[in-house]
């Protein structure tokens, strides 16, 4: 039973390498390197130091997100590369929910743009930390080892729970102190917002409310995959809110540049690009630099 889960599982991997837009040529190959790198994540438990992108390095353990940019050439690549292609290097981005800083490591590097990172579980923070150290990037972004939610006060989190650890609903685990968006950011303006809360977007966006009505605020791009209903929140709350403040949802197409109208958000993966100035996000994504990615220059 246990084995014909494994088999099925790592069928289901190879299925995803066959249909990625950007592996699906290869597939067999980044299949052989995604079972490397877990094969020593997981059978000799080490930390694995492994280089993207031509020059970002990462330390990852297991269960870390940022091991897609080893085994398939880059972690969501659609949000990525949209990001890299948007911002500037005058640019202000707030990656909210940095885990050990996919986002934040691409935006400082290769867009120049000035980073501040979200992470309010510790353990993972130290860890983010040491990837920024150990990109020399420590000019470029700020480190926040807080939460964010609608109000400032003190929330528990889990831990152990690698890049799905959230505000805890039982009131177990460790604790942290919180602020809200509007507080923290009141002078910064903000052009391009990540956050991956894990279902706790609705209390983050409600602390923003004036940060999202700025006119500097442009895109977010935000993790909608209906865990808010572990927080009691209807998912549509979330898209309400973001609409109301002039948003409207898209999807990326990585090879023709072109940004794709959604109906409430995007289906086919957990995260959806919400933009407000369209025709400003099309003039900088039309201008931005071509990105190497393996055999492809986008």
């Not at 991997?13 to 980044?30: G, I, P, Q, R």
């Not at 999807?251 to 940004?259: A, G, N, S, T, V």
Request: charged share 25%; aromatic share 12%.
């Amino acid at each position: 039973m246990i084995l014909n889960k494994k088999i099925n599982y790592l069928k289901n991997v190879l299925h995803n390498y066959k249909v990625n837009v950007l592996t699906k040529d290869y597939a067999y190959w980044y299949f052989l390197k995604y079972l490397y790198i877990n094969f020593l994540l997981y059978f000799f438990n080490k930390e694995v130091e492994f280089t993207f992108l031509d020059n970002i390095k990462v330390k990852a353990k297991k269960g870390d997100g940022i091991v897609g940019n080893f085994h398939s050439i880059l972690q969501e690549p659609n949000e990525s590369l949209f990001l890299l292609h948007y911002l500037s290097s005058e640019d202000h981005f707030l990656d909210v929910g940095a885990n050990v800083g996919h986002y934040s490591l691409i935006a400082a590097s290769k867009t120049g743009a000035n980073v501040i990172a979200i992470e309010p579980v510790p353990q993972t923070f130290k860890r983010l930390q040491q990837n920024i150290k150990l990109n020399n990037l420590q000019d470029k972004v700020i480190l926040h080892n807080i939460g964010l939610s609608d109000s400032d006060g003190v929330l528990f989190f889990t831990e152990g729970l690698n890049t799905t650890n959230r505000v805890s609903s039982s009131q177990s685990g460790i604790e942290v102190g919180v602020k809200s968006l509007d507080n923290l950011f009141c002078n910064n303006e903000l052009n391009l917002i990540k956050i991956d809360v894990e279902g706790y977007e609705w209390f983050v966006l409600k602390g923003g409310i004036k940060t999202l009505n700025k006119k500097e605020t442009n895109v977010i791009i935000i993790e909608l995959n209906d865990s808010s209903e572990n927080f009691n929140i209807d998912e549509s709350k979330v898209i309400d809110m973001l609409t109301n403040a002039g948003f409207n949802a898209y999807r990326y197409d990585i090879f023709e540049r072109e940004l794709i109208p959604l109906k409430d958000k995007n289906h086919k993966q957990f995260n959806t690009i919400f933009i407000k100035d369209i025709d400003l996000a099309r003039e900088r994504i039309n201008r931005g630099v071509k990105v190497k990615l393996s055999q492809y220059s986008i």
